[in-house]
């Protein structure tokens, strides 16, 4: 068995992450005491925005009509395929009870949590199926106020694009803000009276950090860091489809880890030829991306059989994932730790990303090896509830008055022998444990 790095990343995703909790924190610290001020300083100092926070219907109406027709359908077209897809996944959560023992029901119930922020990037990029990925998703779960949130541009506002977007998924109010008052603001319940009980989307190392530091007050969908991509390719993948795939995602912004998992060395070696060429041929925002994403963070492991692959792919548990390879079923059911896996040269990670119906908000860094990325069941609580009846204490008050004492647990213990005594009052019952030796 062979593990050889034709390319190794110089940088690791944790590069950096220091200084960004230290500025989080203390952004953080400074919104809570000082409120909707405290946010709207930060956004006329980072954004250089003085505009409404709270974008009004008017200007609602005026976006969608700088929207034009053709955009409106595709966005339709997004919007109609990761909503079908979010019911059937919200379709899928149930609430049953069952019967354990004669007298003793337990069950389920699925309830959607009150408000959910969502956040929509607008940096770099402005990321119109964000918008669509958690906002539709969060509707579909059932969520009562949902909340979007975008930085502003300077004298502008939010994205026309993204406002219409956000609307036509069903936000119940979109704010102009960016990074960490955004999210801050949504976590606070500022300008909208409405404090966040999940906070979901992508976003630059600040708005992940912000995410972390919150998480436990609100949930998150993801510990998020820089997307990801790998691709599996054996003799028979394209190279310069590979190569395309890896600088597609390579795009996003400066470091964003590519890597490709080959069992030929000969197309290795050719895509790595080819993603320069590639790259080098972007407009100047990708270009720049592009070049330091792949330069530090890139990487080409060839491996001398699938088996060993698989496994070098399930040890990355890459956000995204392509398998460009023959049979392709045995890969679908060997691999296990991923986001999202895209089978097959037909699909590739931005039709995930944009517009097929599955989510693209998705686990990073590691990740992937133990939650998928976010879905119905994010906006949603699995909690669970019991009943019985008197009869069926007979049981359950004894086995708990036992195994209570047999913690130590003499108050709990206490709880089932009322219920029996009550219950019962002319019979006897065994409330102690056995000795354990």
Known sequence: MTIEYLKKADKTAASGEDDTRKIVSEMLSAIEAGGEEKAREYAEKLDKYTGNIVVTAEEIAAASAKVPQQVKDDIQFAYERVRG??????????????????GLFAGQKQIPVATAGCYVPGGRYSHVASAVMSVATAKAAGVDHVIACSPPKPGAGVNPAIIYTANLCGADTILALGGVQGIAAMAFGL??????????????????????????????????????????????????????DLVGQAEHGLDTPCWLITLDRALGQEVMKLVPELIGKLPDTARVAADASWRDYGEVVFCSDREEAAQVSDDYAAEHLEVQAEDLDWWVDR???????????ETTVAFGDKCSGTNHILPTKGAGRYTGGLS??????????????????REVASACARISRLEGMEAHARTGDDRLSKYFPNESFSLKPEAVE
């Open 85 to 102: 897809f979010a019911e059937k996944q919200r379709a899928a959560l149930v609430d049953f009870e069952v019967e354990l023992s004669p």
């Open 191 to 244: 300008f909208t009276g409405h404090a966040a009980d999940i906070l979901v989307g992508p976003g630059n190392r600040f708005v992940a950090e912000a995410k972390r530091m919150l998480f436990g007050r609100v949930g998150i969908d993801l510990f998020a860091g820089p997307t990801e991509i790998a691709v599996i390719a054996d003799q028979s993948a394209d190279p310069a489809i590979v190569a395309s």
């Open 335 to 345: 691999l296990r730790n991923y986001g999202s896996l895209f089978v097959g040269e």
């Open 376 to 393: 119905a069941g994010k906006f949603i609580k699995t909690v669970t509830t019991q009943r019985m009846s008197r009869e069926a204490n």
